[in-house]
T-cell receptor, first 113, second 114 residues
Framework: AQSVTQPDARVTVSEGASLQLRCKYSYSGTPYLFWYVQYPRQGLQLLLKYYSGDPVVQGVNGFEAEFIKSNSSFHLRKASVHWSDSAVYFCAVSANSNNRIFFGDGTQLVVKP | DAGVTQTPRHEVAEKGQTIILKCEPVSGHNDLFWYRQTKIQGLELLSYFRSKSLMEDGGAFKDRFKAEMLNSSFSTLKIQPTEPKDSAVYLC????????????FGKGTRLTVV
């Protein structure tokens, strides 16, 4: 079965700094990969997804992620964070578009002013 | 265009009470998920329906948790009897089984059992 590891439970950065949230997945085939964001008192919202093609995918609000197959990673990046980016970020994987999604434990991002 | 709707948004129950949480998936979606979210355990899958058929029932939750899909546009999660450890946010999500699937989440129901 698939699984996802997000090694950092909490990340704190200053506003304007760059960001990387780490994600490693476990799946022997070619995965479908996702990043979701959860703002306080809200459900999860899709930030970006990777199915195939260019390993660098762009998402909303300046986020991007890079699929590195050799490293089984799908780290999320942003060049300059804003205080409004404070939220919990979930990495997720599925075997294909018809399979259910497995979520990581999430990373709490705190952006300091 | 309505997303996933969950009611109520907040529920307070006494220990031993029966509670029913409701979910309306996105119209046309045929996969439906119930998750429990806590700070300690993160997201835990409770139930997974595909075209109203139960695909997974989150083994550890079989005892007091029962999810049903009465029709393709409505699902319930019953907890009977409730215990204080059930205090959590319960999230419902839906997706369309096909290519480029995205899972849409509701805003959740925050359950407090006292």
């Amino acid at each position: 079965a698939q699984s996802v590891t997000q090694p950092d439970a909490r990340v704190t950065v200053s506003e304007g700094a760059s960001l990387q949230l780490r994600c490693k997945y476990s799946y022997s085939g070619t995965p479908y990969l996702f990043w979701y964001v959860q703002y306080p008192r809200q459900g999860l919202q899709l930030l970006l997804k990777y199915y195939s093609g260019d390993p660098v995918v762009q998402g909303v609000n300046g986020f991007e992620a890079e699929f590195i197959k050799s490293n089984s990673s799908f780290h999320l990046r942003k060049a300059s964070v804003h205080w409004s980016d404070s939220a919990v970020y979930f990495c997720a994987v599925s075997a294909n578009s018809n399979n259910r999604i497995f979520f990581g434990d999430g990373t709490q991002l705190v952006v300091k002013p | 265009d309505a997303g996933v709707t969950q009611t109520p948004r907040h529920e307070v129950a006494e220990k031993g009470q029966t509670i029913i949480l409701k979910c309306e998936p996105v119209s046309g979606h045929n996969d439906l998920f119930w998750y429990r979210q806590t700070k300690i355990q993160g997201l835990e899958l409770l139930s997974y329906f595909r075209s109203k058929s139960l695909m997974e029932d989150g083994g550890a939750f079989k005892d007091r948790f029962k999810a049903e899909m009465l029709n393709s546009s409505f699902s319930t999660l019953k907890i009977q009897p409730t215990e204080p450890k059930d205090s959590a946010v319960y999230l419902c999500a839906s997706s369309f089984r096909g290519s480029n699937t995205e899972v849409f989440f509701g805003k959740g129901t925050r359950l407090t059992v006292v």
